[in-house]
Structure formats: C-alpha cells, structure tokens
C-alpha cells in the first residue's frame, strides 16, 4: 500500500476544496480509507472514513454536512471533498489506510497502518 495525497493549498473563507488520495498498491479494494488532520500545536483528529465496501462513511461532528468522503474503486483512490471552508479547517490533512476495521475503531489514527505523506490545506478569514 502506498498512498499519495493531493489536492490541498490556500483557500478562503466560505470557500471548497478536493483532496485526493491515490493507491498506487493492488489492494484497495480491500482497504477501509479514512483522511485524518492536524492543525498546528493540536493533535491529529479523524475527520471521515469510508468502508471497502457498502458504501459506509463516518465523519466527525466538526465536519459533518460540510465535507464528503467519496472512494473511486476504478481509479484506486479516495477524495474528500471540502465545501464551506472556515479558518479551523487549516491543517495537514492526511489519508489512512487499513483493513478489516471495526467500526468502534474507524476514527482511531492507530487503527491504521498505512498513511500517506500529508497535504496542506489553509483556509484564510
């Protein structure tokens, strides 16, 4: 598994953005994917998360109604789409990847053992 995150970069307020993660291994179907960040002097909190199949998604409250996980099996990758962007979304945003997750343990960072290398996303007020 080898994950390649894309799609980050400055935005304002009120604004939307897509960020990408890429599989470039032949597991990914196989694969629950979830995008985690972390903003400075903070600690990396789950975001959303997405089943290998069923079409299952989590998402944290803060983000709820704002952000969309979407996973594109043909294409290997997963995108979250970021809409209505505020200054506190500002983070490194980073893709996981693991399998055969229990749901009590999608939004655990530690329940993934693949991650990718982290894309920046800054939202100005």
């Known amino acids: 598994v080898q994950l390649q995150a894309s799609g980050g970069g400055l935005v304002q307020a009120g604004g939307s953005l897509r960020l990408s993660c890429a599989d470039s291994g032949r597991t990914f179907s196989r694969l629950d994917m979830a995008w985690f960040r972390q903003a400075p002097g903070k600690e990396r909190e789950f975001v959303a998360a997405?089943?290998?199949?069923?079409?299952?998604?989590y998402y944290s409250d803060p983000v709820k109604g704002q952000f969309i996980i979407s996973r594109d099996g043909a294409k290997n990758k997963v995108d979250l789409q970021m809409n209505s962007l505020k200054p506190e979304d500002t983070a490194v945003y980073y893709c996981?990847?693991?399998?055969?997750?229990?749901?009590?343990?999608?939004?655990?960072?530690?329940?993934?053992?693949?991650w990718g290398q982290g894309t920046q996303v800054t939202v100005s007020s």
């Open positions: 997405t089943r290998r199949y069923g079409g299952h998604t």
């Open positions: 996981a990847a693991g399998s055969s997750l229990i749901t009590s343990s999608m939004g655990s960072g530690d329940a993934y053992p693949y």
